[in-house]
């Protein structure tokens, strides 16, 4: 299942590297990429780091190494199942469906439904678990840790018309980068250990997809870069909300 989730997003940046060759007779022929044996690690890597995990490896990592889990002592659970199912559970099994129904078809990037349904798929799975979250009035600096995935799939969605954006990258650059921001900005932390662990995973994850030929290193970079600074911004942004809300209201 990951693995055609996966092809759903690459078909999607395939459109980037379409020219304006394929008119309407060749869009007709699907395109099956070339069966080829790939490395076992690296495919691991990149399904144990795809972004369908991202949010629960941040929402755990919040139980790790914050308070989080003397505030809200023995609700790990209450706290996990909805994001397991709304950022995992629901895009996971939507897209199979779909694929295995045929209304999706990985290997035509010349179909933009294609790749604009698993983007809209996440898009309104994690609105929901953001609507989740907002009214059960959790501090905001937790609300802007999940509204970072939403601006990330918007600028992935955007993206993906011109230019192939790692979203594996992204994600795993908007963990790193919620890390920093509630570590710095919200709590006062520096756990060296855990930052120096994250930035090695990244270059693993980064590393496989290039062994996988998925990306080119600009586009791991870049991917990488965007999804670091979007995120720590956004948990920014939440923690000072009250503060930036009074600044414009007193302009």
């Known amino acids: 299942m990951i693995e055609e989730i996966d092809e759903a997003l690459d078909s999607g940046n395939n459109l980037s590297n379409m020219g304006s060759d394929h008119n309407s007779e060749k869009s007709q022929f699907l395109y099956t990429p ?3 044996k790939e490395p076992l690690l690296a495919n691991i890597i990149s399904t144990i780091f795809h972004p369908l995990f991202m ?8 139980f790790l190494y914050t308070d989080f889990n003397i505030i809200f002592s023995g609700q790990f659970i209450r706290f996990m199942l909805p994001v397991v199912f709304l ?13 295995k129904s045929g209304l999706v078809n990985n290997y035509d990037p010349t179909r933009k439904i294609d790749w604009f349904i698993p983007y809209l798929l996440a ?8 609507y ?26 955007i993206t993906t018309k011109y ?9 795993m650059g908007a963990l790193i980068g919620c890390t920093l921001s509630v570590c710095y900005n919200v709590k006062g932390l520096n756990p060296f250990i855990l930052f120096i662990i994250l930035f090695i995973l990244a270059g693993c994850l980064g590393v496989s997809r290039l062994i996988l030929q998925r990306h080119t290193p600009t586009q791991v970079y870049i991917s990488f870069l965007i999804g670091l600074i979007v995120s720590y911004i956004c948990v920014w942004i939440g923690t000072f909300w009250a503060f930036i809300v009074f600044f414009f209201k007193n302009l």
């Open 55 to 62: 949010g629960i490896y941040g929402v755990a990592l919040l």
């Open 163 to 171: 230019w192939k954006i790692s979203m594996q990258m992204m994600a």
């Open 132 to 157: 989740y979250f907002v009214s059960a009035n959790l501090y905001t600096w937790f609300i802007g840790i999940l509204a970072t995935p939403i601006v990330l799939i918007v600028i992935g969605a």
């Open 123 to 130: 898009f309104c799975s994690y609105s929901l678990l953001l």
């Open 34 to 36: 070339p069966q080829t």
């Open 87 to 99: 950022t995992c559970v629901v895009p996971a099994s939507s897209i199979y469906f779909l694929n």
